[in-house]
């Protein structure tokens, strides 16, 4: 009888033991990658684990010794001659060699150098002790990812990752370059058909196409986003442009439902340095939408760029000033006037900051077809309404630029020089906090040390004193 009381306990305890003998063992991964023996003697190795060592060292995963090498090039590879490193969280990501060596480890007869990293690719060829000893090549088992680029000359050079986004006008990808292991943002936009009829003639010259690349390429600003290479094909246009870790700004708004005030003021004064100094190089963007500004971090104070101005160079498709509903929310009315066809002044770009900074303030939109009439028609008017009740908390002073900026005659809309005059952005603290990110001094704002109350604050009763930059409050992201 004492015996059988006693079987549960024994068999609970044989059940832990095994479930303790399951947790201890490691999860294996399925493989992302194989090394197959070129001069080196070995079986092919399944590379599972996010790190891969190859030496002549015992705590190698690959201890090579006179079974796998003749010992006149045994003796030149070092005891851990090189490691493969992969993030198994993310099967996208690049698989890295690094060079551990003192007679050189090799990628394609590329010197990685000792200390440094490359990445690898599908069959690339991995020497040891000297280019001429090719001692493996690496296959990747996850390189049908980057089938939807068709340009051979970003495949060659990058390693495609995950996607970083989609919309109305394109996929952008994540991209490491294989020699420098520096990331890049990477758009991919499929071109019309029907529209590449329409296009430039001086488009279809690869001149030209260099020209325009080249100046795009010399861009130097610090909020606007840098432009590291375009490949424009016959049907797709792929812009590699400065990789940001914080996203857009439409994420950003959405995320936290509006911007703060001075957080808004921020953001619009390094947007309006960014369009001032586009417009200086003879460039309309012709497309600003919180879509196409990206931010540097997640920092609630932080670095903004600019991107996607010269997107219309390039595709001539009336997507390109759409939303993915298909409706021109940030689009002036001249352009809409003219279906599209017209020309116009660099006026649409400050059109487009008013919505841009309307929709900071509110998190929502001036103009939608949700609030009666037409979206078209009610930009065509300029008809819009500050009736949210977040409209409480914000400044006379921004409402009143806000209507300013958003009038349907261009010549009655103030320049980006009269914008970055403006009372609501002659503020010191904030002022001081764009240099600060910017790292360059700001002209155009002249007033803005000596003048902390102009007169047009006193007559919109906004006499509070300026808060300072403190350190931000945790915001609820949703």
Same mark, same amino acid.
């Given at each position: ?5 006693a ?12 479930d ?5 063992q490691?999860?294996e ?6 090394l ?9 190795l399944e590379?599972?684990?996010s790190?891969f ?8 995963d ?18 851990l001659?090189?490691t493969?490193?992969k993030d ?5 990501s690049p ?5 551990h060596s003192r007679n ?8 990685i150098?000792t200390?440094?990293?490359m990445?690898?690719k599908?069959?690339d060829v991995?020497?040891i ?6 001692a493996f ?7 049908n990812?980057?089938?939807?680029? @068709?340009?051979k000359?970003?495949?060659? /050079? ?6 970083l986004?989609s919309?109305?006008?394109g996929?952008v990808?994540?991209l ?8 890049y ?7 019309d ?6 296009r430039?003639?001086?488009?279809h010259?690869?001149l /030209?196409?260099?020209?325009e690349?080249?100046i795009?390429?010399n861009?130097?600003?610090?909020c606007?986003i @840098?432009?590291h290479d375009?490949?424009?094909k016959?049907d797709?246009v792929y812009m590699?442009l400065?990789y ?5 700004l439409?994420s ?7 911007l703060?005030?001075k ?13 001032k100094y586009l417009h200086?190089?003879?460039?309309t963007?012709?497309?600003l939408k919180?879509d196409?500004i990206l ?11 600019v991107?996607d101005?010269?997107l219309?160079k390039?595709v001539?498709?009336n997507?390109?000033m /759409?939303?993915i509903c298909g409706t021109?929310?940030?689009?002036a009315?001249?352009v809409?006037?003219?279906g599209g066809?017209?020309?116009?002044t660099?006026?649409?770009d400050i ?7 309307f929709?900071?303030l509110s ?6 077809d ?13 008809k819009f309404?500050?009736r949210h ?13 806000i209507?300013?900026i ?5 010549n009655?809309r103030?320049t980006i020089?009269?914008?970055? /005059?403006s009372?609501?952005l002659r503020d010191p603290?904030?002022?001081? @906090?764009a240099?600060?990110?910017m ?18 604050d006193?007559?919109?009763n906004n006499?509070?004193?300026v808060?300072?930059?403190?350190p931000?409050? @945790?915001?609820k992201?949703l």
């Amino acid at each position: 009888m004492a015996n059988s009381e006693a079987m549960p306990d024994t068999q609970t305890a044989t059940q832990m033991t095994q479930d303790t003998a399951l947790e201890s063992q490691p999860i294996e991964h399925p493989s992302y990658g194989q090394l197959l023996g070129k001069h080196v003697k070995t079986k092919s190795l399944e590379l599972r684990r996010s790190e891969f060592k190859v030496g002549r060292e015992e705590t190698c995963d690959l201890m090579l010794g006179e079974t796998n090498l003749p010992a006149s090039k045994l003796c030149r590879v070092s005891k851990l001659h090189f490691t493969i490193k992969k993030d198994l969280t993310d099967m996208t990501s690049p698989t890295y060699i690094y060079d551990h060596s003192r007679n050189g480890t090799y990628v394609n007869g590329r010197l990685i150098g000792t200390k440094k990293c490359m990445i690898l690719k599908h069959e690339d060829v991995i020497s040891i002790a000297g280019v001429n000893i090719r001692a493996f090549v690496y296959y990747d088992l996850r390189h049908n990812i980057s089938v939807e680029i @068709k340009a051979k000359e970003l495949l060659d /050079r990058y390693h495609i990752g995950r996607k970083l986004g989609s919309g109305a006008c394109g996929t952008v990808y994540l991209l490491h370059d294989t020699v420098s292991c520096q990331p890049y943002a990477m758009k991919h936009v499929a071109k019309d058909p029907l529209n590449e009829r329409s296009r430039p003639k001086f488009l279809h010259d690869p001149l /030209r196409v260099m020209n325009e690349v080249n100046i795009m390429k010399n861009l130097d600003h610090p909020c606007v986003i @840098k432009m590291h290479d375009i490949v424009d094909k016959p049907d797709s246009v792929y812009m590699v442009l400065e990789y940001m870790k914080g996203g857009d700004l439409l994420s950003r708004i959405i995320d936290n439902k509006y911007l703060p005030e001075k957080t808004a003021k921020l953001f619009f004064l390094q947007m309006c340095h960014a369009v001032k100094y586009l417009h200086e190089q003879g460039i309309t963007h012709r497309d600003l939408k919180p879509d196409n500004i990206l931010l540097e971090d997640e920092n609630e104070y932080t670095l903004l760029k600019v991107s996607d101005f010269g997107l219309s160079k390039f595709v001539r498709k009336n997507s390109v000033m /759409r939303t993915i509903c298909g409706t021109p929310l940030y689009v002036a009315p001249e352009v809409l006037q003219t279906g599209g066809r017209g020309s116009y002044t660099r006026k649409v770009d400050i059109w487009s900051l008013g919505v841009v900074l309307f929709t900071m303030l509110s998190g929502t939109l001036p103009f939608s077809d949700d609030y009666g009439s037409p979206a078209v028609e009610q930009i065509k008017r300029a008809k819009f309404q500050m009736r949210h009740t977040v409209w409480k908390n914000v400044s006379p002073l921004a409402k009143k630029l806000i209507y300013e900026i958003l009038s349907v005659n261009p010549n009655s809309r103030p320049t980006i020089e009269q914008l970055l /005059r403006s009372s609501w952005l002659r503020d010191p603290d904030v002022i001081s @906090k764009a240099q600060q990110l910017m790292k360059i001094p700001l002209v155009g704002t002249e007033h803005a040390r000596t003048q902390r109350t102009t007169a047009s604050d006193v007559e919109n009763n906004n006499t509070s004193p300026v808060s300072s930059f403190a350190p931000p409050s @945790k915001r609820k992201r949703l």
